[in-house]
């Protein structure tokens, strides 16, 4: 089957990840330029979901949510709290646990996205015409305060995850 919305998303997955493995080729020296192709590359994408392709499916849905996004949703709050503070080694490891596990449940056979293409087969046009006219969310300076580690490990801990955790066993 043709699935156009799949290759888009998981095309712009591997888009992202190349983004991020050019930031950190070089241990302990981030490449600020690359990182920050990645930070608003993968904010981009985050937005593209849920403001486009998550609500078409549910739409065409009927209306009733789908069960799976509830969860994606919690985890873009947490990948979107971690973009905000300095990529130390620490947070770049949590980040790239996260991105796996988060990408697999919309790529998986019969995940998020083969979901949302299923439901909105009539519309594909439509939705691949929204999604090539999304503009890029702007995006701060780095807060390093430990408030922002806080909440980044709340939110974390809101999807399933602990960040502490991570950083030792992986
Ligand atoms: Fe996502
Ligand atoms: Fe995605």
Redesign the pocket.
């Known amino acids: 089957m043709n699935k156009p919305l799949f290759e888009f998303?998981?095309n712009?997955?591997r888009r992202i990840e190349t983004w991020l493995d050019k930031a950190t080729k070089h241990p302990g020296k981030i490449d600020e330029e690359s990182y920050h192709q990645f930070r608003t590359g993968l904010l981009k994408?985050?937005k593209m979901?849920e403001r486009i392709l998550f609500p078409a499916a549910q739409r065409a849905n009927g209306d009733v949510p789908i069960i799976l996004a509830d969860q994606?949703r919690t985890e873009h709050g947490a990948i979107t709290a971690l973009l905000v503070l300095p990529p130390t080694e620490s947070v770049i490891k949590v980040l790239r646990f996260l991105l796996v596990n988060?990408?697999w449940l919309?790529?998986k056979p019969g995940g998020?996205?083969d979901i949302c293409e299923n439901l909105t087969q009539q519309e594909t046009d439509q939705i691949l015409q929204q999604l090539n006219l999304a503009t890029e969310v702007p995006v701060l300076p780095y807060n390093p305060a430990d408030y922002a580690l806080d909440s980044a490990k709340r939110a974390l801990i809101r999807a399933g995850f602990d960040f502490d955790e991570i950083v030792i066993t992986t």
Do not use: G, R
């Open positions: 998303f998981t712009d997955h994408h985050i979901e994606l988060h990408d919309e790529e998020m996205y």
